[in-house]
């Protein structure tokens, strides 16, 4: 790391900052700890009292310590002008989170992945990160126009999924190319779709499985329109016209993961 601690995390907060620097941020108690757990590298620790006001925190702040990570202590008020949520619960850590490719991703018979095209809103992304982990997704995808997987409150909301569930980024062109390389299908969450309690279930005779969840608003690019297997749907009552994104890919990775 280079300059002060404080100045990098305010840098971080910036996507370009991100980027530029292949690091992230991740703040409270528990994200720090799976992120100790998940073996991700953390190059440095912003702390104040308020770690130490519970024995989680302090034990949190021993074991970073037994790892040799670099502790800055800080004031509350300096804490929380540095912090993106409103209760840091006395911690930031700049940490390096893993790197995947396309390339390192493969996909077997039966297996489901999910790839996020233009969902814009960082909570939603995080949720359904950890939906796919927690369902046992390979993995997801991040196109064009989708929230940054780095982003702290994408971070937050995965809940140490982040950590765990092989996440990249690729333009629909990519990830067609993908898809069709691994024999992948590709099933577009569409309201027109078939109805998901009908789809076949995971088994080692299904082709393994790309679910595409759009945008809310505009759905998803030409590109996986054209490349679509087929369009899978969640049968409505009432006059409800839609669910939330990450509501939707709960139900739909759900039917699309279990077994017969």
């Known amino acids: 790391m280079s300059g002060s601690l404080q100045t990098l995390i305010r840098d971080l907060h910036r996507r370009r900052g991100r980027e530029r620097r292949g690091l992230a941020l991740a703040e409270g108690v528990r994200l ?19 770690l130490e006001a519970t024995i989680r925190g302090k034990t949190l702040k021993a074991a970073l310590l037994e790892h040799g990570i670099r502790i800055e202590e800080h004031t509350e008020a300096e804490l929380d002008a540095l912090a993106d949520t409103e209760h840091p619960q006395g911690i930031i850590a700049v940490i390096e ?28 992304v995080g949720t359904i990160l950890r939906t796919a982990l927690g369902l046992g997704a390979a993995g997801a995808a991040a ?35 993908w898809a ?12 027109s779709g078939e109805p998901a309690d009908q789809l076949p ?17 505009a759905g998803v690019s030409p590109a996986l329109e054209a490349a679509a297997d087929r369009r899978v749907a969640i049968p409505l009552a009432g006059r409800v016209e839609s669910l939330n994104v990450a509501v939707a890919a709960g139900i739909l990775l759900y039917e699309i993961t279990r077994e017969s």
């Open 143 to 177: 196109l064009k126009g989708t929230a940054d997987l780095t982003n702290s409150k994408v971070l937050r909301a995965a809940m140490g999924a982040s950590f765990h569930l092989p996440a990249v980024v690729a333009t629909p062109e990519e990830f067609v190319a």
């Open 201 to 217: 279930r995971s088994s080692a005779d299904r082709p393994p499985v790309a679910l595409v969840l759009g945008n809310e608003g």
């Open 97 to 124: 989170p893993k790197r995947w490719s396309l390339g390192d991703l493969r996909m077997s018979q039966g297996s489901s992945f999910v790839t996020l095209d233009g969902v814009q809103d960082p909570g939603n």
């Open 180 to 191: 069709k390389l691994q024999r992948t299908q590709i099933w577009i969450a569409d309201r």
């Open 32 to 50: 720090v700890e799976e992120a100790l757990a998940a073996g991700i590298s953390i190059r440095g620790v912003a702390v104040s009292p308020a």
